[in-house]
């Protein structure tokens, strides 16, 4: 049996009506940027995630730009953050011409170490972006009473993790801000790029909201030298449409997640593959279940061969990438996220996923190290 890694088909198959009927309504209104959908989709995910606001932005990479534009960095200051993860995370720190600085990350959870954080902090240090990856938190409670300590701004990257918590406090709501993306692969996609960023302080959301749109308060007086980053509005009006499902969705990863524990136990492959961890008080919301597996190029070929989707994420730190040659990095710096980029792969998981798949994706894994 053929599984694909993602099949965005199957969702939008069950909701396709209400889809399609909000995109009629922002067409037939010819009303595009910002206005009442954007208003609306925001507070409807600060509803949801349980913070006071939401602003809606371009992308991801450009809420976590913006982030950190409005926490004041600027050139020459630094920002630690995770290799491994999407480059983004690193990339806007680079765009504001501030430096990351990177701290290796657990080698159970894949997300940020906090005991890895101080011997990376210098004077310079303004923010520490943790990654919420994969759909798990990062260990905030010693990360964030580090940064209160020091008086350093935490902006939490939970692209990947809408609808996770952690002893009951959802990701992205711990620090100065939270990054979410409606990438259409994250656990809530849209129908083309999109992001979005919460916090609980006023004057942020005020300073974002300028940011977004130049850095204008009132037409064509700019306060700020900003960006041009909105939600557009059919992202808005689909997403709204969307943001009910999603807690069903992430149950569904969830117990997807589950159940491949359960087949890949039950087929004795726990000598060759080492199953994902979720940390105690975390709500994980799978935007991928990742295993380390033994000779994996081996078997990526073999899943390729019988069409099992899976996929590297992530095969180079960002330490080690070209780009960032001239931080003065080398190999072997942060081990275990090199150890990671060899070692890890995901595998579908998916909502619509079936239960034959999910036997037939083990039963291809347990051929290739059991030969059975
Ligand atoms: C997807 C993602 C981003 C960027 O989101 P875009 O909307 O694609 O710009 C940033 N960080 C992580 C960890 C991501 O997975």
Known sequence: MKVPLLDLQAQFQQIRSDVLAAIEEVCNEQSFILGRRVEAFETAVAGYLGCRYAVGV????????????????KPGDEVITVPFTFFSTAGGISRLCAVPAFADV?????TMDPEQIERTMTSRTKAIIPVHLFGQCADMEPIMELAERRGIRVIE????????????????????SGCFSF??????????DGGLIVTDDGDLRDLLLALRV????????????GLNSRLDALE?????????????WNAKRARNAATYNRLLTEAGLL???ALPVTD??????????????QRRDELMAYLKEREIGHKVYYPVPLHLQECYHPLGYSKGDLPVSEHLAQEVLSLPVYPELTSAQMESVVGRISEFYNGR
Do not use: E
């Open 214 to 225: 130049h850095g204008s308060r009132s037409d064509y007086h700019h306060d700020h030298i």
């Open 157 to 176: 990257d939970a692209c990947q993790s809408i609808g996770a918590s952690r002893y009951g406090r959802n990701a992205g709501t711990f620090g100065y």
């Open 280 to 293: 105690p008080g975390n709500v994980h919301v799978f935007n991928q279940y990742t295993l380390r597996v």
């Open 271 to 273: 000598d060759h593959v």
């Open 183 to 192: 990438f259409p692969s994250k656990n809530l996609g849209g129908v083309g």
């Open 236 to 248: 808005a009006a689909v997403l709204r449409v969307k943001l009910p499902h999603l807690d069903g």
């Open 106 to 110: 657990r080698a159970d959870t894949f």
């Open 58 to 73: 371009a992308s991801g990479s450009d809420a976590l730009l913006l982030s950190l534009m409005a926490a004041g960095v």
